[in-house]
């Protein structure tokens, strides 16, 4: 089992829907992370979290420590938005990452 | 600021060969991190360095090495390449007290 699951593994969006990408994780951690990587592999770092919920623009993402998940939400979603989102977890000595959510906003 | 970079951009190596990869970080960051992602495996820390000593080390074999120097650069090398190691190196770095990692370009390494 990895320590950090995401879903959905591919997400297809129509232009202005709402969109919605969990991360769960199982290791103990200090905040957790959002990054998103477009095409070409640049990495951008949207959010760290250590409780409750941070909003930048149309990116919402919250944290429920006791349940150990946290998810990412896209209001209005945008063609621009297509990318690969990634939560990573710091524990112990190290990162740990979830596999990526491809999302795909078609216009 | 001038953002993370990392040279060279691209690579192609064969295997038995080493390679050495560089990262100059955002300028006051002291920390760098490393990682490796593959299609496979995903993303996968390598290892962290502040200020010239290694802090932390991922699970990779002793092929993979790093260090910093004393301007926070930081370089690392795979030795006796495999072409597993055919991946996109990453570098991050960060501030005294704050997790938020500001990532580089990356350098993609092919192993032929």
């Known amino acids: 089992k990895n320590e950090v699951e995401q879903s959905p593994q591919n997400l297809t969006a129509q232009e202005g829907e709402f969109i919605t990408i969990n991360c769960s994780y199982s290791v103990g951690i ?12 640049g990495i951008v770092s949207l959010f760290m979290l250590s409780s409750g919920k941070k909003k930048h623009g149309r990116l919402i993402a919250t944290i429920n420590i ?11 979603s945008h063609p621009r938005d297509s990318a690969v989102y990634i939560c990573a977890v710091p524990a112990g000595n190290q990162f740990y990452f979830g596999t990526g959510t491809s999302l795909t906003v078609i216009p | 600021k001038a953002g993370v970079t990392q040279t060279p951009r691209y690579l192609i190596k064969t295997r038995g060969q080493q390679v050495t990869l560089s990262c100059s970080p955002i300028s006051g960051h002291r920390s760098v991190s490393w990682y490796q992602q593959t299609p496979g495996q995903g993303l996968q820390f390598l290892f962290e360095y502040f200020s010239e000593t290694q802090r932390n080390k991922g699970n990779f074999p002793g092929r993979f090495s790093g260090r ?17 190691d055919s991946a996109l190196y990453l570098c991050a770095s960060s501030s005294i007290g704050t997790d938020t990692q500001y990532f580089g370009p990356g350098t993609r390494l092919t192993v032929l």
Request: charged residues 10%.
């Open chain 1, 30 to 41: 200090s905040a957790l992370h959002w990054l998103q990587q477009h095409p070409g592999g």
């Open chain 1, 66 to 76: 006791q349940e150990k998940h946290s998810s990412l939400h896209i209001t209005a």
């Open chain 2, 68 to 84: 910093q120097f004393s301007n926070s650069r930081s370089e690392m090398n795979v030795s006796t390449l495999e072409l597993g």
